[in-house]
């Protein structure tokens, strides 16, 4: 009888690579690589044949950079997605983009489980398996690294007796994700959180201190809430972002620096290169501004805090997100205009703004000739809105005053 099968998220890095021996021989199981492009630097065909060498029985490969864009990032972005506050979520985003394409193959190929890369210790772990299981509940869910106890010297061992071609690269005191909405860099002297990172972590933006001497500006059209043109010129998503994220690098834009809660209770340093999609979200809050009115951007905001929290728990394919969705997605009617974001050593910010559905009206507006607002009208409003705290004053002060029912006149 023919072994059983497992899919495999495979990077073509060591750990997936010792990954594919390694489940033959504890558990018997004929490996499916999958390696998935969502914007990460990778020679596709290369990893390819690496997965081959190393031992996999099939691997497969997909460009999903247009689908990450459009039917992760962009719903992300409408939502203006920012994991406590500042982190814009690149690798919690393609995780179940990767988990989905698992899937996919795991039931063409007839396999019952499905494997990735990943530790005990971080979110990617939570992440593929609740988007696997979520998607697929009769599938096992393996992660080797999660299991053996080698440390990468060991692994380099493991790799050399079962045949996986080992790469000698130098090895970098630093661990990295790309992907279109981001980098990220941990581990090494990044473990220190009272230290500065030291310039060498970062690979896709220059030094704000380093960027041009003049600005560039850039201006980005939305439809419903999601970016269609980028200085008038239409667009796919995920060119855009491709684009921007070295637009803004060059100029500095995109460092964070984030002291983070991880899923599993663990605070640890992490640095993030995401220039495109800070000057995305900043460019979709300033549209937002200035066509939706004050009550619904403040509880648009709580909403988008749990939708990146979400995102971050690794249950983009639970309930809840669908019905987060359609309320972000109900907010996004009139969000269409144009922003002009400038980009200047390190910061990109929002210099102009027009939209044919502005709430903004120059006549209510101005201080200048034209002024429509009556604003004989705000005394009695101010009257009216005033009277709780002046009730409130007038027995805290004095306890004997009795509650003023009509302001004191000049
Ligand atoms: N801390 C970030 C997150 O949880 C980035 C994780 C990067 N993953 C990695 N395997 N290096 O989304």
Redesign the pocket.
């Known amino acids: 009888m023919a072994n059983s099968k497992v899919v495999l998220a495979y990077s073509g890095g060591l750990d997936t690579s010792v990954a594919i021996p390694w489940l033959r021989e504890s558990k018997g199981l004929d490996v499916v690589a999958v390696t998935v492009d969502v914007g990460q630097p990778v020679d596709l065909e290369r990893v390819r044949k690496k997965a081959i060498a190393s031992g996999a029985v099939a691997a497969y490969v997909a460009d999903a950079r247009r689908e990450f864009a459009e039917e992760f990032i962009a719903p992300a972005l409408r939502a203006n997605a920012l994991y406590e506050g500042i982190y814009p979520?690149g690798?919690?985003l393609a995780r179940p983009l990767i988990g989905r394409h698992l899937v996919e193959v795991a039931r063409r190929e007839d396999a019952a489980y499905v494997a990735h890369g990943?530790t005990g210790k971080?979110?990617?772990q939570v992440r593929f398996d609740l988007s696997t299981t979520g998607l697929a509940p009769e599938l096992g869910v393996i992660a080797p690294a999660r299991e053996w106890k080698m440390t990468r010297e060991d692994e380099i061992v493991y790799a050399r007796e079962h045949g996986v071609p080992v790469e000698a690269t130098s090895a970098s005191p630093y661990?990295?994700?790309e992907n279109l909405w981001g980098r990220?860099v941990?581990c090494g002297i990044l473990e220190d959180p009272a230290i500065e990172p030291p310039e060498e972590v970062y690979a896709w933006t220059r030094s704000p201190s380093a960027a041009p001497d003049q600005p560039a500006y850039v201006t980005v059209s939305f439809e419903r809430g999601t970016p269609v043109a980028l200085d008038g010129e239409r667009r796919p998503l995920h060119e855009m972002i491709a684009h921007l994220n070295r637009l803004a690098g060059d100029h500095g834009v995109g460092r964070i620096d984030h002291l983070?809660s991880?899923v599993v209770g663990i605070k640890?340093r992490?640095v993030y290169e995401c220039p495109a999609a800070l000057v995305l979200i900043g460019a979709h809050q300033a549209l937002e501004a200035l066509v939706l009115p004050r009550d619904l951007l403040e509880f648009k905001r709580t909403v988008e805090q749990r939708y990146a929290q979400l995102v971050?728990d690794g249950l983009w394919f639970a309930p809840l997100r669908g019905a987060l969705d359609a309320f972000v997605d109900s907010t996004q009617a009139r969000v269409t205009g144009e922003v002009a974001m400038k980009l200047f050593k390190g910061r990109a910010h929002p210099v102009g703004r027009r939209s044919e559905n502005a709430l903004y009206q120059p006549a209510l507006a101005t201080y200048s000739t034209g002024d429509r607002f009556r604003s004989e009208m705000a005394e009695g409003f101010i009257y009216v809105w005033g009277l709780p705290v002046r009730t409130w004053s007038a027995i805290g002060a004095a306890p004997t005053a009795s509650v003023a029912t009509n302001p004191p006149r000049a």
């Open positions: 979520l690798t919690a990943c971080g979110n990617d661990s990295t994700d990220s941990e983070e991880r640890s992490e971050y």
